[in-house]
């Protein structure tokens, strides 16, 4: 079985995952500003409780978004460079698909739709269904909640922090969906899931290149590093 390791940091949640065969060994660390602080120590430590080095791994899998336009790059960073170190190739997973694996791990759910808060009266958002592997019913989209409409499915059951951070605007919408009040608000992307995915996906071949590992973005950037805005202050001034 391969040796995957996994981050994950999409959301507020940081996490990175260890999974061969039934071995699965997992940290993880709340709060989005120290996300790029806190996830090398991570993987370090969960590679030294397995007492392996990073280069038996068979790949690195990374959470690539939606998500935080920094957490999906500093995950996407991170994989690139691990991968680079150890000459190891990288698969790239799908955030909203790993929340969808997690409700399916907790529930058994096979239909599952996937919202994640995107800030700014707006989240990301998916629709998956589950038969021997995992078929995108509706890609990931970025709407308001009011857009949010998944195609009617037996079964579907929602899940992620979309709905504990739009509670007002989901309760409209329960008046005409019944899945809105079954939803799992407490589901968040994490490396667990990312590791699971990425596992079926080493064995389908769907490896890519450190130089190939991409983000997702569904919205254009808002706001600059300080670097960025120091580079335009020098630029400006010249």
């Given amino acids: 079985m391969p040796l995957i390791l996994a981050i994950e940091t999409s959301s507020e949640l940081a996490s990175a995952a260890l999974l061969q065969g039934d071995m699965l060994l997992v940290r993880e660390s709340s709060g989005v500003q120290t996300h790029s602080q806190t996830l090398l120590p991570m993987v370090q430590s969960i590679l030294a409780q397995a007492n392996v080095r990073l280069s038996r ?32 190739p990288v698969i790239s997973i799908v955030t909203l698909l790993a929340m969808a694996e997690a409700c399916r791990a907790e529930t058994g759910a096979h239909e599952v739709l996937a919202v ?20 995108t019913v509706v890609a990931p989209t970025l709407s308001a909640v009011a857009n949010v409409l998944p195609q009617p499915k037996d079964g579907l059951l929602a899940c992620g922090n979309g709905f504990a951070g739009y509670p007002a605007e989901f309760a409209l919408q329960a008046q005409r ?15 667990a899931q990312v590791a699971r995915l990425a596992r079926t996906a080493f064995t389908a071949g769907q490896l890519l290149t450190p130089a190939q590992a991409q983000p997702i973005y569904l919205r254009n950037k808002i706001a600059l590093t300080t670097d960025e805005r120091l580079a335009l202050k020098a630029g400006a001034a010249k």
Avoid: K, N
């Fill in 177 to 191: 969906y019944s899945w809105v009040a079954q939803a799992r608000a407490e589901v968040m992307p994490h490396a």
């Fill in 116 to 135: 994640l808060d995107a800030r700014m009266g707006e989240v990301y958002w998916a629709q998956y269904s589950y038969a021997d592997g995992w078929q």
């Fill in 57 to 88: 791994c068979a790949a690195i899998a990374f959470g690539a978004g939606p998500g935080s336009f920094t957490g999906v790059r500093t995950a996407c960073g991170i994989a690139q460079g691990l991968a680079f170190g150890a000459d190891l």
